[in-house]
């Protein structure tokens, strides 16, 4: 059973289209987050959510909306998409401090976005 | 606020070679560390991890001790194999607010060559 999930793998689209990333975690882990990595592997946090609550947000262009339904998912929103988005992009799920854990991160496999 | 700062790569090695890959830290509070691991055209994974000053951590050949004196956590491993060819992410994660906030370093790519 896949831990943490993401679809599509890949994404490939036109500049100024809307698009969606879903994430679903089987882990009954409290917080999930976004990042994104450039292609220099350079790792960046863009939103975290703890029980279905925004937690982190960092400096991210609007566009950007990231929606949990429910405490299992976390499905990333990007409006108007810019050739900058071009990145891969991962979800990664972790157990809350309530649990006694040390915030150890299960991550996706990634969403490879192309913007053309 | 918290940074992670570890050595550029990439780190070109031979097979069976010693291999370190350097890990400095600040962080408002004390925080639990971690290496993380990415394979190519995969996610991240947890490779080892560190909770408390002096613990040492380690899987498959790699450790890491956390150094509070010295704010670091450098990986290390005694004979390195193609197979780790990969790149190395140090990572902290500190509780504010109730909540973690996870900082990652930059990543180091290792190439290891037969």
């Known amino acids: 059973d896949t831990a943490v999930s993401q679809t599509p793998k890949y994404l490939v689209t036109q500049m100024g289209n809307d698009k969606s990333i879903k994430c679903e975690q089987n882990?009954?882990?409290?917080?999930m987050y976004w990042y994104k990595q450039d292609s220099k592997k350079f790792l960046k946090i863009m939103f975290s959510?703890?029980?279905?609550?925004?937690?982190i947000n960092e400096t991210v262009p609007n566009r950007f909306s990231p929606k949990s339904p429910d405490k299992a998912h976390l499905n990333l929103h990007i409006n108007s998409l810019e050739l900058g988005d071009s990145a891969v992009y991962f979800c990664?799920?972790?157990?809350?401090?309530?649990?006694?854990?040390?915030?150890?991160?299960?991550f996706g496999p990634g969403t490879r976005l192309t913007v053309l | 606020g918290n940074s992670v700062t570890q050595m550029e790569g990439p780190v070109t090695l031979s097979e069976e070679a010693f291999l370190t890959i350097n890990c400095t830290y600040t962080?408002?509070?004390?925080?639990?560390l971690f290496w993380y691991v990415q394979y190519p055209g995969e996610g991240l994974q947890l490779l080892l991890k560190?909770?408390?000053?002096?613990d040492k951590g380690s899987n498959k050949g790699f450790e890491a001790t956390y150094r509070k004196e010295t704010t670091s956590f450098h990986l290390e491993k005694g004979s390195v194999q193609v197979s780790d060819s990969a790149v190395y992410f140090c990572?902290?994660?500190?509780?504010?607010?109730?909540?973690?906030?996870?900082?990652f370093g930059r990543g180091t790519s290792l190439i290891v060559h037969p």
């Open positions: 990664a799920s972790s157990q809350g401090p309530a649990a006694g854990h040390y915030n150890e991160q299960f």
């Open positions: 882990l009954g882990h409290d917080t």
């Open positions: 959510y703890n029980n279905k609550e925004l937690i």
């Open positions: 962080a408002t509070g004390y925080p639990s």
């Open positions: 560190a909770t408390k000053a002096d």
């Open positions: 990572a902290l994660s500190d509780l504010a607010g109730g909540s973690y906030i996870p900082t």
